[in-house]
């Protein structure tokens, strides 16, 4: 799995639970709390859809500033 493929599935993940994002928009430069909207429910959503997803748990708290750099994790924890 590439840098790409994470980028599109979060994209997917983000839809889910942001039914208005438009995924298009979305980059790893994207901001998660102040473009995205992302607050605390919705961070812990992401979270248990991205564990979902990728199949690997977050060991502790973790806090992500852009999507970068969740993609940068899942890609630390799907090797």
């Known amino acids: ?3 790409q493929d994470v980028l599109d599935s979060l994209k997917e993940v983000l839809a889910l639970i942001r039914p208005s994002l ?4 979305v980059n790893e ?11 605390s429910l ?3 959503l ?3 859809a991205i564990e979902n997803k990728f199949n690997f748990k ?9 999507v970068g750099e969740v993609i ?6 799907t090797k």
């Open 22 to 25: 438009d995924p298009t928009t």
């Open 42 to 44: 919705t961070t812990l």
């Open 1 to 3: 799995m590439n840098r």
């Open 72 to 77: 940068d994790h899942v890609m630390e924890h």
């Open 58 to 66: 977050f060991e502790g708290m973790v806090k992500f500033n852009t």
């Open 46 to 48: 992401l979270s248990l």
């Open 29 to 39: 430069d994207t901001q998660l709390t102040s473009e995205l909207g992302l607050d």
